[in-house]
C-alpha cells in the first residue's frame, strides 16, 4: 500500500530523470535500505524511480556513457540516492 502512497506523491514520475512510469517500467527503492524492518517500508523511506535510474543507483561503478542523457540536475538526484547507499 505505501508504495502506492510513494507513486501519487512522487506524481507518477521518475524521481532522478522525471519521466512519467507505467506498470512496466516502475521500479520502487528504498532511500535507507539499513532500517529496520518496521520502517523500511514506510512512505518517506521509498521513491518512485524507472527501472533505468534505479539499476544506475544500484550499479558499483557508472560509465559516462550510461547518465549522457541527463542533465546536471538529474545527475545530482542520483548521486543522491547512491551517496545514502554508501554511507548505509
Not at 505505501?2 to 507513486?7: G, K, L, S, T, V
Not at 524521481?15 to 512512505?43: G, Q, R, Y
Amino acid at each position: 500500500m505505501n508504495r502506492c502512497y510513494a507513486f501519487n506523491r512522487d506524481k507518477g514520475r521518475c524521481k532522478i530523470c522525471n519521466e512519467w512510469l507505467d506498470a512496466k517500467n516502475t521500479t520502487t527503492h528504498h532511500i535507507n535500505n539499513s532500517l529496520p524492518i518496521e520502517e523500511i517500508n514506510k512512505v518517506q523511506n521509498l521513491a518512485s524511480l524507472c527501472e533505468c535510474c534505479h539499476v544506475l543507483v544500484h550499479k558499483p561503478n557508472l560509465d559516462v556513457s550510461e547518465i549522457k542523457r541527463f542533465n546536471k540536475k538529474n545527475i545530482d538526484k542520483l548521486n543522491k540516492y547512491r551517496d545514502i547507499l554508501l554511507v548505509n
